[in-house]
């Protein structure tokens, strides 16, 4: 069985700064995705971003980057120039071929003005 | 529709009734999800369809939860017997049915079992 473990139930960072998010997991599976989404107050989980474990290069979208070390499995999250509307929960998560989606507990990021 | 819909958006209910949550995904997604989320914790997988069957029914808690796709589209969890214990958002995603999709979410439906 797949696990995945945040071990930062809640990290603060100040406007324009940048956080980094940890997330560690444990596979017997040499291919699988890994993903970050991110859950505001309404409920609604949104994906920030996707990594194919096979792609050595780190994924990025915009302020959002990942380091992903696969030999360390491990997959952190960078947020640069943090926004307010960043405040949220935010998960790690995988899934390989048993297309079931398994999550962490989340990080909460607060940004502050 | 453009994205995934879920009713009721809050139900509350007495301990012992049986309730219904219901899910509209995004049209083509022949994948669809569900997930029980407890108050600051992570999403945990319920079930799992393919089409009109369950492909994975592993994450349901015990006999009270049932979950029907009969059309392949629309799915409806249901919860017998409810517990304040089943207290929880019930998150459902769809998918296409390709390893490594991204699942899209509804905003969930929020149970409160008195």
């Known amino acids: 069985a797949q696990t995945v473990t945040q071990s930062q139930p809640e990290m603060s960072v100040q406007e324009a700064e940048t956080v980094t998010l940890s997330c560690t997991y444990d596979?017997?599976?040499?291919?699988?995705?890994l993903f970050w989404y991110k859950q505001p107050p309404s409920r609604q989980m949104i994906l920030v971003i996707r990594q194919e474990a096979y792609k050595q290069q780190n994924a990025t979208e915009n302020r959002f980057s990942v380091n992903f070390q696969k030999a360390a499995k491990s997959f952190s999250l960078k947020i640069s120039d943090s926004q307010l509307g960043d405040t949220a929960m935010y998960f790690c998560?995988?899934?390989?071929?048993?297309?079931?989606?398994?999550f962490g507990a989340g990080t909460t990021v607060t940004v502050r003005a | 529709g453009a994205g995934v819909s879920q009713t009721p958006s809050n139900k509350v209910t007495e301990k012992g009734k049986y309730v219904e949550l219901r899910c509209d995904p995004i049209s083509g997604h022949t994948a669809l999800y569900w997930y029980r989320q407890s108050l600051g914790q992570g999403p945990e997988f319920l079930i799992y369809f393919q089409g009109t069957g369950a492909a994975d029914d592993s994450g349901l808690p015990n006999d009270r939860f049932f979950a029907v796709r009969p059309e392949g589209s629309v799915s409806t969890l249901k919860i017998q017997r409810t517990e304040r214990g089943d207290s929880a958002v019930y998150l459902c995603?769809?998918?296409?049915?390709?390893?490594?999709?991204?699942?899209?979410f509804g905003a969930g439906s929020r149970l409160t079992v008195l």
């Open positions: 596979t017997s599976e040499s291919n699988y995705y």
């Open positions: 998560a995988f899934i390989s071929n048993d297309y079931k989606l398994s």
């Open positions: 995603a769809s998918s296409l049915d390709t390893y490594g999709n991204v699942l899209t």
